[in-house]
């Protein structure tokens, strides 16, 4: 069974612009949620998505957006981009929205460095 | 608020026993997860622990302590493959929806 894939690996940008992450979750899994992760803050919850629909969010700008897919497939998308958006931004699914022993499974992770 | 300190790193050595602490505040506790993140990759889930007590997977175990807000990861029989970040995570119970806080982790390095 595949894990959770994420694209780009790596992403390079300017003040200024915006970038769009994805996420294909495993397979089955309908719940996706992103988190931005620094070595300072650690993983900071960015939102959560079930069914097409924004479950949570977390205390982001609102420069940070994401959606959902029918397939379950999500994407982030995150525009005026700022120096201290420099992090690795981390997906991760779960069969089920969180709840009881449902545990996450995370991708590896899109480094975005903002230059 | 909402808070979890955990220590930013500790060293240990091979064939040694570690135990890496978690402290949390939350508004409404729903479960501690440990997680395992190796430089470069993506955190792999350790252990869950809801109710007091210790749960116990091969080298590995997690103490949970509610009253406290207190727990502890246990890592047994180390090795070199273990060096690694240890995320500390409180799933909170926000009206109904529930949401993962992280602490920042603690790298632990095995020594030979």
């Known amino acids: 069974k595949a894990g959770v894939t994420q694209t780009p690996r790596y992403l390079i940008k300017t003040r200024g612009q915006q970038v769009t992450l994805s996420c294909s979750p495993i397979?089955?899994?309908?719940?996706v949620s992103w988190y931005q992760q620094t070595p300072g803050q650690g993983l900071q919850f960015l939102f959560e998505?079930?069914?097409?629909?924004?479950?949570n969010k977390g205390n982001f700008p609102g420069r940070f957006s994401g959606r959902q897919f029918s397939n379950s497939r999500s994407e982030m998308n995150v525009s005026t981009l700022e120096l201290g958006d420099s992090a690795l931004y981390l997906c991760?699914?779960?069969?089920?929205?969180?709840?009881?022993?449902?545990?996450?499974?995370f991708g590896s992770g899109t480094q975005l460095s903002v230059l | 608020g909402q808070n979890i300190d955990q220590p930013t790193e500790m060293t240990a050595t091979e064939g040694a026993i570690v135990q890496i602490n978690c402290t949390y505040q939350?508004?409404?506790?729903?479960?501690l997860f440990w997680y395992q993140q190796h430089a470069g990759e993506a955190p792999t889930f350790l252990s869950y622990n809801v109710l007091d007590g210790l749960e116990e997977k091969g080298r590995f175990s997690s103490f949970l302590s509610r009253s406290k807000g207190y727990s502890y990861l246990l890592l047994k029989e180390l090795q070199m493959k273990d060096s690694a970040s240890y995320l500390c995570a409180v799933r909170d119970d926000l009206s109904g929806t529930y949401k993962y806080i992280f602490g920042t982790g603690t790298r632990l390095k095995v020594l030979a």
């Open positions: 998505y079930f069914s097409e629909t924004q479950r």
């Open positions: 939350t508004s409404g506790f729903n479960g």
């Open positions: 991760a699914s779960s069969l089920a929205p969180t709840n009881g022993r449902e545990k996450l499974f």
């Open positions: 397979s089955g899994h309908r719940s």
